[in-house]
């Protein structure tokens, strides 16, 4: 190895270790992709001072749950083709944007890694709009997406055999798309089922309580626009192009990809997906930071360019489907989680 590559690969090294000081729930830096890039050390301190808390999370997340609260009361009447209507235009932009905001309060990016409790109980705040209890059970559960990218049995995000194999054609592939949420509530069941946490009963409780209040004081149709709401908006929506643009391999070699476009504005820039899973410990809102700092190491990767376009390509083109993910053989951590 020349000069140049010792110092790439000591830089990686130095990165991945404060990286693992700094990651969610974890104490080892998670094994990288094959496709992620190797920055120099000259980059660490600028990329080392992202991983800091998003002082603004909080409070968008606040303006969310507080803006389907109105909505919630703002459906009373409508009838029922509009209520959908609004569901899938408005409250399922919402939703799914919450989604990708406890996705960010996973990694302990709203009150740092200090205060992890708070993280968790602010996720479940956040979760309060989608109707059915999410967020412990995504934090159990993604941790192993990190650490185990592909791994078989292990990272719950691949499809499973019998989704590859019957989800083949475009009518088929369509209605997979639409089913999103069931796959994705239902897959971890299946493929690594892990015992009940006190905090997934709290998130229960607590998602009980909130749909029972609303339900006491507005009636019927405020529980079914937000469980619509994350239905639509989870299933075949634009925003649900990042689904299968993030690790689909729409080019042999290439599992990880990010996509730049302005829907990163309302998903927490769960876009810049390959600078995620570079440093899962930078917010959301730092991550165009890494690109900016790096350009050399992520301009000239393949991207995305549209999400539309990404459910088009999957839905129409023989070479895609739910098969279309690199699956490994990983071996589990010393301290398993």
């Not at 270790?17 to 094959?34: F, I, L, M, V, W």
């Not at 299946?190 to 998130?203: D, I, Q, Y």
């Not at 937000?226 to 649900?240: E, Q, T, V």
Request: with cysteine.
């Amino acid at each position: 190895m020349d000069g140049g590559g010792k110092d790439r690969e000591d830089g990686r090294k130095n990165l991945r270790r404060e990286e693992g000081k700094h990651a969610s729930g974890t104490h080892t830096a998670s094994a990288p992709s094959p496709s992620l890039p190797v920055l120099p050390a000259a980059k660490y301190p600028a990329i080392k001072a992202l991983m800091r808390p998003d002082p603004h999370l909080k409070w968008l997340v606040l303006g969310m749950v507080l803006a389907q609260l109105l909505a919630c009361w703002l459906v009373r009447g409508l009838a029922w083709r509009w209520l959908l209507f609004w569901a899938y235009a408005f409250g399922g932009c919402v939703n799914h944007s919450l989604t990708l905001a406890i996705h960010d309060i996973s990694h302990n990016t709203a009150f740092g890694t200090g205060h992890p409790a708070q993280n968790r109980w602010f996720a479940v705040f956040a979760n309060l709009p989608l109707g059915v209890p999410y967020a412990s059970s995504f934090k159990k559960y993604h941790v192993d997406h990190h650490r185990y990218l592909g791994g078989d049995g292990l990272d719950v995000d691949v499809p499973t055999r019998l989704e590859g194999w019957l989800f083949c054609t475009p009518a088929r592939k369509l209605l997979w798309l639409a089913l999103q949420p069931f796959f994705y509530s239902l897959r971890p069941l299946c493929v690594h089922p892990k015992a009940m946490t006190r905090m997934e009963v709290f998130n229960a409780l607590a998602q009980l309580a909130a749909n029972a209040t609303i339900f006491t004081l507005w009636g019927l149709k405020p529980m079914v626009y937000l469980l619509a709401s994350s239905l639509l908006g989870l299933g075949l929506h634009p925003i649900s192009g990042h689904f299968v643009a993030e690790h689909y391999m729409f080019l042999k070699g290439h599992e990880t990809y990010s996509y730049y476009g302005p829907l990163n504005w309302i998903t927490f820039n769960v876009g810049y997906h390959m600078e995620h899973h570079d440093f899962p410990s930078i917010p959301g809102r730092n991550l165009p930071l890494v690109r900016k700092i790096a350009p050399e190491y992520y301009d000239h990767l393949p991207q995305h360019y549209s999400w539309v376009k990404v459910l088009w390509d999957f839905v129409s083109e023989d070479s895609l489907g739910p098969y279309a993910r690199v699956k490994r053989v990983c071996k589990l951590a010393k301290d398993g989680l």
